[in-house]
């Protein structure tokens, strides 16, 4: 906990924790965790993306190794505990292996990803991407507000744009990843229990929408004859919402509306809008997507707009694997607490990372499912069940594994 304090003091915007990727604050916590990933005895790398990889050898050094980590970047005015935890608890989990001496059958490698929330770029996961094998090197010509591009800040962050390659897992490197993270929502709070396990993170869909109609004057134009998309919008908000209450494990957030030309007396011309679509099951929010899509379309001919539906973004559900859930629920039962598993809403770097190897999570209560804003926070016992829960994990992955 005093770990996660410490980290919050790097940030861009004083009075605020702001930590975005290739920064001077980013490269401030790196510094700091690569200390404490010393202390721990692990050997500690930068990789051409970034990411601080800190390895603790078990076995012989070609043996598959477990990951463990989390992601340091932040959203702006985030919380401390979102990302830097599964990273502190991973090396809390490490620690006293190497105080004992303990010979564990495989290496565990402890993976602090650079850029999970996108921030700067506007991307996300590029820190994992690298590590998965699936960076695109078109991500290197993205420009931030200031102008510079990702291949300068990658540079600048101590990368090497032109070796992502050597980024990538090489096959047979690594047999498991997995994440402990705050779960960013209310349910592990309402059934009373310090950590869950994760099934499966959901897919998500994001659109970009816009209706166009005609401006004019707010004082001239009639009622009748308006072409206004705003009420449009309205329509379609309203009907994302009904949808998802509707319909079980659905969320639809429409989380930006701007209105142009923007003007107080003046009928607008246009409505743009996002629309994040979210379910564990594909087909359910493929479904939920199609319909608001159709319905879009219709208030759109009943009130004479053109209509621009675009998806940003389409990504799967990503179950977890489910020889690694059922090893977490065990560890979980082992130290006396009560096993729940949840889905996640939230995206983690454990979708990228799937593509490469199997994958679990453990999620950690936070109060109020408060997540991305300063109010974000955990209790220390919870901490320190997750921690009990990761030791009982890996130990139980030794003793299978010598076995």
């Not at 009904?242 to 409505?271: D, F, K, Y």
């Not at 998806?311 to 096993?339: E, Y």
Request: aromatic share 6%; proline share 6%; hydrophobic share 45%.
């Amino acid at each position: 906990m005093a770990r996660c304090e410490a980290l919050a003091a790097f940030t861009m915007e004083p009075g605020t924790i702001t930590r975005p990727y290739g920064t001077p604050a980013l490269t401030a916590a790196r510094d700091l965790l690569t200390q404490w990933m010393r202390d721990a005895g692990l050997s500690v790398t930068v990789d051409a993306v970034g990411d601080l990889r800190g390895r603790f050898n078990g076995g012989h050094a070609a043996t598959p190794a477990l990951l463990l980590g989390s992601h340091f970047d932040s959203v702006r005015d985030a919380g401390r505990y979102d990302g830097p935890l599964g990273i502190l608890v991973a090396i809390e989990a490490i620690e006293p292996l190497r105080a004992v001496g303990f010979d564990l059958p495989f290496p565990i490698e402890i993976v602090a990803f650079a850029d999970e929330e996108g921030l700067r770029f506007q991307t996300t996961y590029l820190g994992s991407c690298a590590l998965a094998g699936t960076f695109d090197p078109a991500f290197l010509d993205l420009v931030d507000t200031e102008g510079a591009t990702l291949r300068e800040a990658m540079t600048e962050f101590g990368g090497d744009p032109d070796r992502l390659d050597r980024a990538a897992l090489r096959p047979g490197e690594a047999f498991a990843y997995v994440e402990v993270h705050i779960e960013q929502g209310p349910y592990l709070e309402s059934v009373n229990v310090p950590v869950g396990v994760v099934t499966v993170i959901s897919g998500q869909t994001r659109i970009l929408a816009a209706f166009t109609g005609e401006a004019g004057h707010a004082g001239t134009v009639s009622m009748s004859l308006r072409r206004d998309p705003v009420p449009a919008a309205a329509e379609c908000v309203l009907a994302a919402e009904t949808l998802a209450r509707e319909t079980p494990g659905l969320l639809a957030t429409v989380g930006i509306v701007e209105v142009r030309p923007g003007a107080s007396n003046v009928i607008p011309s246009q409505a743009h809008f996002t629309l994040d679509v979210r379910h564990p099951e594909d087909a359910v929010r493929g479904d939920a997507v199609a319909t608001l899509q159709r319905h879009a379309r219709e208030i759109a001919a009943a009130r004479s707009l053109d209509l621009d539906w675009r998806i940003a973004r389409d990504h799967p559900a990503v179950p977890c694997d489910a020889a690694l859930v059922s090893r977490l629920a065990n560890a979980v039962t082992t130290t006396g607490i009560a096993v729940e598993k949840l889905p996640s809403g939230a995206g983690h770097d454990a979708v990228t990372m799937s593509a490469v190897v199997p994958v679990a999570m453990l999620f950690v209560r936070c109060a109020g499912g408060i997540s991305h804003h300063p109010a974000e926070s955990v209790a220390a016992a919870d901490v320190a069940a997750a921690i009990a829960v990761l030791d009982r994990f890996i130990g139980s992955l030794a003793t299978e594994r010598a076995s």
